[in-house]
C-alpha cells in the first residue's frame, strides 16, 4: 500500500499538449511486468535487446534503435552523431529544435542551426536550398542535415513523396536526413500507411521517434536507418546524459507500444478526436481554423477575453500572442465527450462575448 495520495482530479482533461495525458494503463502493465527482480543497467538487458527484432520489424532490417529519456535528448544525440564540428543543420524556423528546446542543439551540442521560415513548417527542395548553399566555403558552417517534423509543428503532415523528394535533394547535395518523429505515429495513423513508408522506404537516415506523446510514461528512441550517417551514438547518448541505467524500464514501454497495434490505436484516438474538434469549432461563429486538421493538432484564432475565459476552464496555450492563435492538441486518450464538452464551451464564451 502506498502512503501517496491521489492529488488531481483524473476527470480533468485539456486540449494542452499531448503530453498532459497520463500513461496508457497497457503501457503500466508492462512496466509492472518488467519490474522485480535484477537485470544488467545500461541496457544489456533482455527488454531492450528484444527491442531491436520489434523495431527491425517496423522500419527494417537495417534499424537501430536507442532508447532515450526525452526528445529534446533524442534531438541532440541524434543531431551530434549526424554532424562534425563544422557542419549545420537546416531546419523549418518552427522546428521543435530551433523553437521549443531552450536552445539544447546550440548550447549542449555547439551545434549550428540554419532556419527557414516555411508557410506550413515543412520543408520542400526550394526551401532547403535557401540555407543549403556555400559547400566548401570555409566561412560558412557547412550544410550537413536536414531536419524535418512529422507531423509538423503547426500540425501538418508530410505525403511520403514529399519526404522522398527532400532525402533525395538532400542526398544530392551530400546531405543527410533527420526526421523529429515525435509524432510519427499520429502521421502513419493519419497517412494509413505503415511508420517505414515516410521514414526507411524514403530515404530518411535517422529518426528521433517519440514514444511519450504516444501513451509511454516517458521515453523517445533514436532510430538509425542509415549507419553511415552517425558516428559515435554510443558515446553520445551517454556524454549527453540520455544513458538510462534503468533502461528495461524504457524499452518494456516500447514493446507495449509497438509489438502489437496498440501505438496505431492510441494514434487513430488523438486524430479523430482532433477531427471531431475542428468540425465543432467550425460551426461555431466567429471561430477561424487557420491551419489544416492533419493529425492531432488544431489551431483557432479566438478573441482575447473568450481565450482567458476559456483558459480558466481548460488548459491549452496561446500560440501567437499578436494575431489570437491558440492551439489545441488532442491524445489518445481525449473521450468525444471531452471534445463536446470544451466544444461547448467554446460555444458559450464566444456567446457572451458577442
Ligand atoms: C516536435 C517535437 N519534437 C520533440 C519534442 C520532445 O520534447 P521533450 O524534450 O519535451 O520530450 C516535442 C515535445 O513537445 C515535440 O513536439
Request: charged share 20%; glycine share 8%; proline share 4%.
Amino acid at each position: 500500500m502506498t502512503d501517496a495520495i491521489r492529488r488531481h482530479d483524473p476527470l480533468v482533461k485539456g486540449f494542452a499538449s499531448d503530453n498532459y495525458a497520463g500513461v496508457h494503463p497497457e503501457i503500466l502493465q508492462a512496466l509492472a511486468l518488467a519490474n522485480e527482480g535484477h537485470q544488467t543497467a545500461y541496457g544489456d538487458d533482455v527488454y531492450t535487446e528484444a527491442l531491436q527484432e520489434i523495431f527491425r520489424g517496423h522500419f527494417g532490417p537495417e534499424a537501430v534503435a536507442w532508447p532515450m529519456f526525452n526528445g529534446t535528448g533524442a534531438n541532440v544525440v541524434a543531431l551530434r552523431a549526424m554532424t562534425a564540428h563544422w557542419e549545420a543543420v537546416v531546419c523549418a524556423d518552427s522546428a521543435h529544435i530551433h523553437t521549443d528546446e531552450g536552445g539544447a542543439p546550440e548550447r549542449s551540442a555547439g551545434l549550428k542551426l540554419l532556419p527557414v521560415a516555411t508557410p506550413d513548417g515543412k520543408l520542400t527542395p526550394d526551401l532547403i536550398d535557401r540555407q543549403a548553399w556555400g559547400f566548401g566555403d570555409e566561412h560558412r558552417a557547412q550544410p550537413k542535415v536536414v531536419s524535418i517534423t512529422q507531423t509538423t509543428e503547426l500540425g501538418t503532415l508530410y505525403t511520403p513523396a514529399e519526404i522522398k523528394a527532400v532525402c533525395d535533394h538532400a542526398h544530392e547535395l551530400g546531405m543527410v536526413v533527420h526526421l523529429d518523429g515525435s509524432r510519427a505515429t499520429n502521421a502513419a495513423a493519419a497517412l494509413d500507411v505503415p511508420l517505414r513508408a515516410f521514414t526507411t522506404d524514403v530515404g530518411v537516415d535517422v529518426l528521433s521517434f517519440g514514444g511519450t506523446k504516444a501513451g509511454l510514461m516517458f521515453g523517445e528512441a533514436v532510430v538509425v536507418l542509415n549507419p553511415d550517417a552517425v558516428r559515435g551514438l554510443r558515446y553520445l547518448r551517454k556524454s549527453s546524459m540520455q544513458l538510462a541505467s534503468k533502461m528495461r524500464f524504457v524499452s518494456v514501454q516500447f514493446e507495449a507500444l509497438l509489438a502489437g497495434d496498440l501505438w496505431l490505436r492510441n494514434a487513430r484516438n488523438a486524430n479523430a478526436m482532433a477531427q471531431r474538434l475542428a468540425v465543432a469549432v467550425r460551426g461555431i461563429d466567429g471561430v477561424e481554423v487557420p491551419r489544416p486538421v492533419q493529425a492531432n493538432a488544431v489551431f483557432a484564432i479566438l478573441p482575447r477575453d473568450v481565450t482567458e475565459r476559456l483558459q480558466k476552464r481548460f488548459r491549452f496555450y496561446t500560440w501567437n500572442e499578436a494575431t489570437g492563435e491558440v492551439r489545441w492538441m488532442t491524445a489518445f486518450d481525449t473521450t468525444e465527450a471531452d471534445v463536446d464538452a470544451f466544444a461547448a464551451a467554446l460555444a458559450e464564451e464566444m456567446d457572451s462575448s458577442a
